[in-house]
């Protein structure tokens, strides 16, 4: 495993990249960002977004070293030696190691043990590293915002800057009440991080982009493509547009109905950015609730709040961590 020692003897003559995925609103970028300012060297990190919207996922890149010439790159990190997921569910919708060199570090958010994960992400030649930082941020922070809690893992595995280094970026960054939530939370975090160490370290002297690509051959010209674009395709023909994308992954509650108490005042499906509540037209001809459409429900929980009668609750996702792996395996610490 990694030492203070040798991490500060590679970075005199390397970088160390670090890449963080998120879904848009969860921080990934002010994680990036606080790594440069604990960072007792020279960094650079910067975001990389697709379209810009609440819960769709993102990427940031980081590049680290004790050589002020070696981080003078603005292209995105192709080859980071530590990752970071700090939502589970991208697990299954993004390459998240993609470009990680035998060794390196996985970190993720989750409830699941080590050997799962190697399973999702067809991975046994890394490290893996898993928090519960959704359950710390809700109990420490009061809402699931896991950036920092992120952070306090990676100071267990990465030893490139020490809780005191991070604190102190946390408390330039944020004030009061919530420089000290946060601060909490990553000291939390460091503590119950589990790691599941194969014994190989990350090779860190490569750091090169993947080979130039070019477009295939035979592809249409842009006078031949339909100009109109593919969300504006005959839908009976070919299903389109947002509702096929499952928002409901976004989200860490399980939003509740109770038709019993809910007097179909219709408050909820007016407030629901995602139209994630089920109305039906009933034989009176009149509109009424049917439930909650789960599959792009992203938790909001502006519905539970706008409700008078308390019809609609909410339940945790994700449940208790298991930490490590199971205890008749190998190999965790």
């Given at each position: 495993?990694?030492?203070?020692?040798?991490?500060?003897?590679?970075?005199?003559?390397?970088?160390?990249?670090?890449?963080?995925?998120?879904?848009?609103?969860?921080?990934?970028?002010?994680?990036?960002?606080?790594?440069?300012?604990?960072?007792?060297?020279?960094?650079?990190?910067?975001?990389?977004?697709?379209?810009?919207?609440?819960?769709?996922?993102?990427?940031?890149?980081?590049?680290?070293?004790?050589?002020?010439?070696?981080?003078?790159?603005?292209?995105?990190?192709?080859?980071?030696?530590?990752?970071?997921?700090?939502?589970?569910s991208?697990?299954?919708?993004v390459?998240?190691?993609?470009?990680?060199?035998?060794?390196?570090?996985?970190?993720?958010?989750?409830?699941?043990?080590?050997?799962?994960?190697?399973?999702?992400?067809?991975?046994?030649?890394?490290?893996?590293?898993?928090?519960?930082?959704?359950?710390?941020?809700?109990?420490?922070?009061?809402?699931?915002?896991?950036?920092?809690?992120?952070?306090?893992?990676?100071?267990?595995?990465?030893?490139?800057?020490?809780?005191?280094?991070?604190?102190?970026?946390?408390?330039?960054?944020?004030?009061?009440?919530?420089?000290?939530?946060?601060?909490?939370?990553?000291?939390?975090?460091?503590?119950?991080?589990?790691?599941?160490?194969?014994?190989?370290?990350?090779?860190?002297?490569?750091?090169?982009?993947?080979?130039?690509?070019?477009?295939?051959?035979?592809?249409?010209?842009?006078?031949?493509?339909?100009?109109?674009?593919?969300?504006?395709?005959d839908?009976?023909?070919?299903?389109?547009?947002?509702?096929?994308?499952?928002?409901?992954?976004?989200?860490?509650?399980?939003?509740?109905?109770?038709?019993?108490?809910c007097?179909?005042?219709?408050?909820?499906?007016?407030?629901?950015?995602?139209?994630?509540?089920?109305?039906?037209?009933?034989?009176?001809g009149?509109?009424?609730?049917?439930?909650?459409?789960?599959?792009?429900?992203?938790?909001c929980?502006?519905?539970?709040?706008?409700?008078?009668?308390?019809?609609?609750?909410?339940?945790?996702?994700?449940?208790?961590?298991?930490?490590?792996?199971?205890?008749?395996?190998?190999?965790?610490?």
């Open positions: 495993m990694l030492t203070p020692e040798h991490v500060k003897k590679i970075l005199e003559d390397y970088t160390i990249n670090l890449r963080f995925h998120a879904r848009g609103g969860q921080g990934g970028v002010t994680a990036s960002n606080l790594c440069v300012e604990a960072f007792y060297g020279y960094g650079v990190c910067q975001p990389m977004f697709g379209a810009e919207r609440m819960g769709s996922p993102t990427e940031s890149y980081v590049r680290l070293s004790k050589n002020a010439d070696l981080v003078r790159s603005n292209e995105q990190v192709y080859g980071p030696h530590f990752v970071s997921v700090l939502d589970p991208l697990l299954t919708e390459d998240v190691t993609a470009g990680i060199p035998k060794g390196g570090w996985l970190i993720v958010n989750t409830e699941m043990d080590q050997l799962t994960i190697q399973d999702t992400v067809k991975r046994k030649d890394i490290n893996i590293a898993t928090i519960d930082a959704t359950r710390i941020a809700l109990e420490v922070l009061g809402r699931n915002i896991t950036n920092t809690i992120i952070l306090g893992a990676l100071v267990r595995v990465s030893h490139l800057f020490t809780f005191e280094e991070l604190s102190d970026a946390i408390m330039k960054r944020f004030k009061g009440e919530v420089a000290g939530k946060n601060v909490q939370a990553i000291k939390q975090a460091i503590e119950e991080t589990c790691i599941y160490d194969i014994g190989i370290d990350p090779d860190f002297t490569l750091d090169s982009k993947v080979p130039w690509q070019q477009v295939n051959l035979g592809l249409p010209g842009y006078k031949d493509l339909d100009k109109a674009g593919v969300w504006y395709c839908e009976d023909a070919i299903p389109v547009g947002s509702d096929q994308v499952n928002t409901g992954s976004w989200g860490e509650w399980d939003v509740i109905w109770d038709e019993e108490t007097t179909d005042c219709a408050l909820c499906w007016h407030i629901c950015p995602d139209f994630a509540i089920i109305r039906n037209k009933g034989e009176d009149l509109w009424h609730m049917a439930g909650i459409d789960s599959f792009h429900c992203k938790s929980l502006n519905c539970l709040e706008i409700c008078p009668v308390h019809a609609i609750d909410k339940k945790l996702k994700q449940g208790p961590a298991a930490c490590a792996v199971p205890e008749d395996q190998e190999g965790g610490n």
